[in-house]
């Protein structure tokens, strides 16, 4: 057994959030891996007037308090999102909140948004920022906002985070869709998400235009065809920067086989793929391609990346795989979808996205 295996047996043993708190330890402390070679170049992207090397993304969740971004940066995505990061510290859910689904390749959370808070975040993401400027790092950076779980206005949380955070951040994500804080789910009608991204619009427009960074909205894969409309119609109207389709999902598909399904919490991983693609997809069609779009939920390989680009996808994301395979899986995906972008004659990504809609 190499000694990757054997670190993932190890983890696999412990308690599934005891396990990425010691993950977290050791990429804080140097112990993890690190790409060697370049991107291919056929993998560029080029969105909002940034260059993204590969098209692949770690997820908010991972690294909820900032504090891994250059580590994970080095097993080769072209950006990181960090987050959930909420104003003030707030401790998430009682635990146990995370638990694995292990033949099903998913997990179930209801961590809740545990979050250090915003001050803590500024201070870490600024210093990566100060050291990235001295050695130009390789990836950009998303920042997920979230709202405290007490809080009145949740729309003023998201724009005290962002006027906080957009000096630092390549993009802005405003979280509107965890199953795990109460409420939030429906701060995806229209009323409210046009108000949310009018206040956190103020909020930054004091700044420097440099120092605005695009603003994107995180939906989550369960709404019904007429709030997905409504999102869409939204999304057009306000001219956001993109969409990031989705987050878990509050449905238990009937094939799932792990002991932990009656669990309370959001589910992500390979039963996520096909039902957040079909989202994917549709909110591709009502748009007509003209909001661009981070494709997340259920990646575990390149067809499954290549899949949610065809989709209508600019950007993909993951994370639960990573759980089951390791970061090793960063460069299989990498090198699996170059190989199928020139095998249907694409010389770049942008040229296939939402391909399976023409």
Partial sequence: MDRTRLVRAVLGRLDPETAHELTLWALRHGLGPARAVADDPVLAVRLWGRDFANPLGLAAGFDKNATVIGPTLRWGFGFVEVGSITPAPQPGNPRPRVFRLAEDEAVINRLGF?????????????????????????????????????????????????????????????????????????????????????????????????????????????????????????????????????????????????????EAGGLSGRPLFAPSTRVLGEIYRLTEGRVPLIGVGGVGGAADAYAKIRAGASLVQLYTALVYRGPGLVAEIKAGLAARLRRDGFSQVSEAVGADHR
């Fill in 114 to 262: 545990p979050s250090q808070g915003l001050a803590a975040a500024v201070a870490r993401i600024g210093r990566w920022r100060a050291q990235a400027e001295r050695a130009p790092a390789r990836g950009l950076l998303g920042v997920n906002l979230g709202n405290n779980r007490d809080s009145a206005d949740p729309a003023a949380d998201f724009a005290e985070g962002a006027l906080a955070l957009a000096p630092f951040a390549d993009y802005l994500a405003v979280n509107v869709s965890s199953p795990n804080t109460p409420g939030l789910r429906a701060l995806q009608g229209r009323d409210e998400l046009v108000r949310i991204v009018g206040q956190v619009r103020a909020a930054i427009a004091a700044l420097p235009p440099a120092a605005q960074p695009p603003l994107l909205v995180k939906i989550a894969p369960d709404l019904s065809a007429a709030v997905l409309a409504e999102i869409a119609a939204v999304a057009v109207e306000l001219k956001l920067a993109g969409l990031i389709v989705g987050n878990t999902t509050v449905a238990r598909p009937e094939t799932l086989a792990g002991g932990h399904q009656g």
